[in-house]
């Protein structure tokens, strides 16, 4: 007896099962929409914005790279760089573990 009324109260809701899938996916979506725009879409843009000042490099720049280094780039190619970081003393580093350009005049 048990079994037949489960499955008599199934066919009845056959109507209103596809309009609950629906409504229990909802929130899945909204959740990955708004993952999207809080965390996928500034991290595409920031990476856009490293990836343009890595390209736009060149001789002279100071920079101050990931590790911490502090100079000014005095060779490049299209992987790496050379940027002395004191008097005679350079450095190759690769160009992505540059972060920031600093202004020019900022190192002594």
Known sequence: ???S???AQTTSAAGGDMMSQLSSMLP???MFVA??????R???KRQKEHRAMVEALAKGDEVATAGGLLGRVVDLD???LF?????GVK???QRQAVTQVLPKGSLK
């Open 28 to 30: 899945l979506v909204l």
């Open 5 to 7: 009324s489960a499955f």
């Open 42 to 44: 500034p991290q595409m």
């Open 78 to 80: 299209e992987q790496n």
């Open 83 to 87: 940027v002395e970081i004191a008097s």
């Open 91 to 93: 450095v190759q580093l």
């Open 35 to 40: 993952l999207y725009f809080i965390m996928i």
């Open 1 to 3: 007896m048990f079994i």
